[in-house]
């Protein structure tokens, strides 16, 4: 019977617990997390904050007896200290303070990604100022807008969960302002797109200040005052970081496991380390890219999920391999939604490709049905020959933006080029679509752009 243990708790490392005693049923596997939230959507929480989800219990995927019914011992509030691969043994401080050794025969290290702060004197010892990283950070935030109910935010960062947190406070009422170092909101977009995106948040009543750092944050006498970039002093009465993130590789590297892009752990398809008997997966990993053909820093749950299974099955005595991914995200905000794959048309010029990069809006159905919208549909592709490196789409929340970014996901998958998308035989129905569908009308303007 083979001990596994698994550290982490969140989407890499259930998913590799739960894939373990799929591979294994006689297998013994022990998952240890830091906090007592063990699988819990950390993605849902700005739409609970925000009172779309009424209770955050609700978050859970599983209960801790539900995994516990799946054959899994779970050990919460217990912290890695220390991975000794030669003897197979991971040191760990419980809740109780008291330090032990676990022993194992594989190991799956599974220790996530850390919120960075701006390089900003004191701010992570300020009570008004908050991550959103993992469930205490959302509680810690919930309780605090329950208690001072405060008046105006301030969320530094315009990516995904700055996007989402921006929506979850203007539901309560708060007056916002969004800071983002980089010329536009949502920086993995095309600026076109970004734009867009910059228009609906202002028509939502946030102030969106682009091109602009944080620089100093104090507090006076009626909240914090943000020194910003600009030359600007910008008061809130809370703010909310969200900067990016890094993983959290310390335990595995100082044992031995090489450090790759951006510190995170360095793994093979098999989510492999090179130390014996000891996979990784999830945020503290890197990610191969599909389309790069190398490894990249790119920590997405959906990455997560299948990483962990790949190191699960392989811990278990299996051969599973991780076969890359694409980076396809997507985002609901304001009634509208922005998704990509794949590469923006910076990243591909920087790749060396010709890039012509096209955007179409069109109907997301038949205009003559009621409440067809408009959906701009942006393919990124090689002039030369015609491969297709990357899409983003922006579009209302009945406009099938995710399933289409899914088609062109697929599309990306299977190397096609631009011109294979008038090739596929896609549902068509007037409420939901049209004839010719969205993504092949954006497929006919590049083609007649690359004319």
Same mark, same amino acid.
């Not at 793994?267 to 090179?274: C, F, I, S, Y």
């Given at each position: 019977?083979?001990?596994?243990?698994?550290?982490?708790?969140?989407?890499?490392?259930?998913?590799? /617990?739960?894939?373990?005693?799929?591979? !294994?049923?006689?297998? /013994?596997?022990?998952?240890?997390?830091?906090?007592?939230?063990?699988?819990?959507?950390?993605?849902?929480?700005?739409?609970?904050?925000?009172?779309?989800?009424?209770?955050?219990?609700?978050?859970?995927?599983? &209960?801790?007896?539900?995994?516990?019914?799946?054959?899994?011992?779970?050990?919460?509030?217990?912290?890695?200290?220390? @991975?000794?691969?030669?003897?197979?043994?991971?040191?760990?401080?419980?809740?109780?303070?008291?330090?032990?050794?676990?022993?194992?025969?594989? *190991?799956?290290? /599974?220790?996530?990604?850390?919120?960075?702060?701006?390089?900003?004197?004191?701010?992570?010892? =300020?009570?008004?100022?908050?991550? %959103?990283?993992?469930?205490?950070?959302?509680?810690?935030?919930?309780?605090?807008?329950?208690?001072?109910?405060?008046?105006?935010?301030?969320?530094?960062?315009?990516?995904?969960?700055?996007?989402?947190?921006?929506?979850?406070?203007?539901?309560?009422?708060?007056?916002?302002?969004?800071?983002?170092?980089?010329?536009?909101?949502?920086?993995?977009?095309?600026?076109?797109?970004?734009?867009?995106?910059?228009?609906?948040?202002?028509?939502?009543?946030?102030?969106?200040?682009?091109?602009?750092?944080?620089? =100093? @944050?104090?507090?006076?006498?009626?909240?914090?005052?943000?020194?910003?970039?600009?030359?600007?002093?910008?008061?809130?009465?809370?703010? @909310?970081?969200?900067?990016?993130?890094?993983?959290?590789?310390?335990?595995?590297?100082?044992?031995?496991?090489?450090?790759?892009?951006?510190?995170?752990?360095?793994? !093979?398809?098999?989510?492999?380390?090179? %130390?014996?008997?000891?996979?990784?997966?999830?945020?503290?990993?890197?990610?191969?890219?599909?389309?790069?053909?190398?490894?990249?820093?790119?920590?997405?749950?959906? &990455?997560?999920?299948?990483?962990?299974?790949?190191?699960?099955?392989?811990?278990?005595?299996?051969?599973?391999?991780?076969?890359?991914? %694409?980076?396809?995200?997507?985002?609901?905000?304001?009634?509208?939604?922005?998704?990509?794959?794949?590469?923006?048309?910076?990243?591909?010029?920087?790749?060396?490709?010709?890039?012509?990069?096209?955007?179409?809006?069109?109907?997301?159905?038949?205009?003559?049905?009621?409440?067809?919208?408009?959906?701009?549909?942006?393919?990124?592709? !090689?002039?030369?020959?015609?491969?297709?490196?990357?899409?983003?789409? *922006?579009?209302?929340?009945?406009?099938?933006?995710?399933?289409?970014?899914?088609?062109?996901?697929?599309?990306?998958?299977?190397?096609?080029?631009?011109?294979?998308?008038?090739?596929?035989?896609?549902?068509?129905?007037?409420?939901?679509?049209?004839?010719?569908?969205?993504?092949?009308?954006?497929?006919?303007?590049?083609?007649?752009?690359?004319?």
């Amino acid at each position: 019977m083979p001990r596994i243990l698994v550290i982490g708790g969140s989407d890499a490392g259930i998913s590799a /617990a739960l894939a373990a005693r799929e591979q !294994d049923p006689g297998s /013994a596997v022990t998952l240890i997390t830091a906090d007592a939230y063990p699988n819990f959507s950390v993605c849902g929480l700005p739409f609970y904050l925000g009172g779309e989800v009424a209770d955050w219990h609700q978050l859970a995927h599983r &209960t801790p007896e539900e995994i516990t019914a799946a054959g899994i011992t779970l050990r919460l509030e217990t912290r890695a200290l220390r @991975l000794d691969p030669a003897a197979h043994a991971v040191e760990v401080r419980e809740a109780d303070g008291h330090d032990r050794r676990l022993t194992y025969d594989r *190991l799956v290290v /599974a220790t996530g990604a850390e919120a960075v702060p701006p390089p900003v004197p004191g701010l992570t010892e =300020r009570e008004q100022v908050f991550f %959103l990283h993992d469930m205490g950070d959302g509680l810690r935030l919930a309780t605090f807008l329950a208690d001072r109910k405060p008046v105006h935010a301030l969320v530094v960062g315009a990516g995904y969960i700055g996007l989402e947190m921006t929506e979850a406070f203007r539901r309560r009422g708060l007056a916002v302002t969004l800071i983002e170092q980089a010329p536009t909101v949502l920086p993995g977009l095309d600026a076109p797109l970004a734009r867009e995106l910059e228009a609906l948040l202002r028509s939502a009543g946030v102030t969106v200040v682009t091109a602009t750092a944080l620089e =100093r @944050l104090e507090e006076g006498p009626g909240g914090l005052v943000a020194q910003t970039s600009d030359g600007q002093a910008r008061k809130a009465d809370l703010a @909310l970081i969200a900067a990016g993130v890094r993983p959290r590789s310390t335990l595995a590297v100082t044992a031995g496991a090489q450090a790759g892009v951006r510190g995170a752990i360095r793994v !093979d398809a098999a989510m492999a380390t090179g %130390l014996p008997d000891v996979y990784a997966a999830g945020d503290c990993v890197e990610t191969w890219h599909r389309l790069l053909q190398r490894a990249v820093y790119l920590p997405l749950g959906t &990455t997560a999920h299948k990483q962990g299974r790949v190191a699960g099955i392989n811990a278990a005595g299996g051969s599973a391999r991780f076969a890359g991914s %694409l980076g396809t995200q997507v985002l609901q905000v304001f009634g509208r939604v922005a998704g990509r794959t794949g590469l923006n048309s910076t990243e591909a010029a920087a790749e060396g490709w010709s890039v012509l990069s096209v955007s179409v809006t069109v109907p997301d159905h038949k205009a003559y049905y009621p409440g067809a919208e408009p959906l701009t549909v942006r393919l990124i592709a !090689d002039r030369d020959r015609g491969r297709l490196l990357g899409a983003q789409l *922006l579009g209302g929340l009945r406009g099938g933006v995710a399933t289409r970014l899914d088609i062109l996901a697929a599309a990306l998958t299977m190397e096609a080029t631009v011109g294979d998308l008038l090739d596929l035989d896609l549902a068509y129905t007037p409420p939901l679509s049209s004839p010719w569908d969205p993504v092949q009308l954006a497929a006919q303007a590049w083609l007649a752009a690359r004319r």
